[in-house]
Nanobody, 117 residues
Framework: QVQLVESGGGLVQPGGSLRLSCAASGGVFSLYYMRWYRQAPGNQRELVAGIVDGGSTNYADSVKGRFVISRDHTKHSVYLQMHSLKPEDTAVYYC???????????WGQGTQVTVSA
């Protein structure tokens, strides 16, 4: 059973930076397409960024140029470096892993990011 554990959320002022981490265990990390989603109150969960094993990335238009997703194969972890944060980035951020062979998906428990003065 794959487990994903997020960390790094918190309160930050507008314009600030924050780095989220997601540690994966219980699976072959290289087989997983890793993604960050977020969900603000009253909104649907939305894709923020994704990264495949080879390093190719994709981003939501709303975060392009401000967020960077990366993965560390030795630590079985994926990161989301967030810069120039805006109040509209406030949400619970979730780590997601999708097995590229089976299609099975796994979710972390989420970490709260609040951008406020």
């Amino acid at each position: 059973q794959v487990q994903l554990v997020e960390s790094g959320g918190g309160l930050v002022q507008p314009g600030g930076s924050l780095r989220l981490s997601c540690a994966a265990s219980g699976g072959v990390f290289s087989l997983y397409y890793m993604r960050w989603y977020r969900q603000a109150p009253g909104n649907q969960r939305e894709l923020v960024a994704g990264i495949v094993d080879g390093g190719s990335t994709n981003y939501a238009d709303s975060v392009k140029g401000r967020f960077v997703i990366s993965r560390d194969h030795t630590k079985h972890s994926v990161y989301l470096q967030m810069h120039s944060l805006k109040p509209e980035d406030t949400a619970v951020y979730y780590c997601n892993g999708r097995n590229i062979r089976s299609g099975n998906e796994y979710w972390g428990q989420g970490t709260q990011v609040t951008v406020s003065a």
